[in-house]
């Protein structure tokens, strides 16, 4: 998975990698057999995406060309399944004690490792509570009869997870997060 990772990092970075991409996905279907994972969780991966990818093939057809949609394509589908098995085969805490590590060297240059650990991890594990925060919102507009209002659900949806993040730093500076020594 590291290499894999490796690999998705730089779809980023480098343009003509079509056949790279589509290795990366094919070593993700891999993956996902070979660790059981199926290849339905990496559909649940993609599908919210599905619109944005069509949105982004459609802009890159427009300003480039099909070869461009197709590769930019690859490279976010590519980047998303590589996270996706990172997040479904890898415990939280073990991604948070890798992340302080790789952090170690900015140290120097007042960067706390375990602050940003715990911070990239807390960000993690807040996904899946905003997604749950939307259904919500989404299940009460539906019994109220307003089945495509999806641009009203975002006042709702915003001062919920506003609300809640407010409670949470709320207990952060109660336990003393604000307080971490930056050394």
Not at 71 to 98: E, H, K, N, P, Q
């Amino acid at each position: 998975l590291i290499v894999m990772f490796a690999i998705g990092t730089v779809l980023v970075f480098l343009d003509g990698l079509v056949p790279l991409a589509i290795l990366v996905i094919g070593i993700g279907f891999v993956f996902t057999s070979v660790a059981g994972l199926g290849a339905g969780r990496l559909w649940s991966a993609t599908r919210p995406l599905l619109i944005w990818l069509a949105i982004i093939a459609a802009t890159q057809i427009w300003i480039a060309d099909g070869e461009a949609a197709i590769g930019v394509i690859f490279r976010l589908v590519a980047l998303v399944w590589t996270a996706a098995l990172v997040t479904f085969s890898t415990r939280l805490t073990d991604m948070a004690d890798v992340i302080a590590r790789l952090c170690l060297p900015l140290r120097p240059l007042g960067v706390s490792p375990d602050r940003v650990a715990f911070l990239i991890a807390l960000t993690i594990r807040l996904i899946p509570a905003v997604f749950e925060t939307v259904r919500e919102v989404r299940d009460v507009q539906r019994a109220r009869g307003l089945e495509r209002a999806y641009l009203a659900a975002f006042v709702p949806v915003l001062t919920r997870v506003l609300g809640q993040a407010d409670v949470l730093s709320d207990a952060l500076v109660a336990r003393g997060f604000d307080r971490w020594d930056t050394q």
